[in-house]
């Protein structure tokens, strides 16, 4: 069965740096886009990030273009945010997604951003 783990979370200060990852099992990773999602309390879940299958193809959201990079490494089955100049609005439970057929999610890593 499909399922997606998610670690590198954790408390940094704001202007820090964290990079997380995403391990995917289940499926034939190099044939799937790969997104990563987050929501912060109180508010509704958001598309942080997208890879297609083989990489050569990304989208932001507007408010983190330019600080986040998404990417990914087939041969690890494993998709990577590494995320820079974080801000306290960027504090969220972050998600790894796929859809295949259903939409799956991992369960999730915090990134909060506080001084």
């Known amino acids: 069965q499909v399922q997606l783990v998610e670690s590198g979370g954790g408390l940094v200060q704001p202007g820090g740096s964290l990079r997380l990852s995403c391990a995917a099992s289940g499926f034939t990773f190099s044939t799937y886009a790969m997104r990563w999602y987050r929501q912060a309390t109180g508010k509704e879940r958001e598309l942080v990030a997208y890879?297609?299958?083989?990489?050569?193809?990304?989208d932001y959201a507007d408010s983190v273009k330019g600080r986040f990079t998404i990417s990914r490494d087939n041969a690890k089955n494993t998709v990577y945010l590494q995320m820079n100049s974080l801000k306290p609005e960027d504090t969220a439970m972050y998600y790894c997604?796929?859809?295949?057929?259903?939409?799956?999610w991992g369960q999730g890593t915090q990134v909060t951003v506080s001084s």
């Open positions: 890879i297609s299958l083989d990489g050569d193809y990304t």
């Open positions: 997604h796929v859809l295949r057929t259903y939409n799956y």
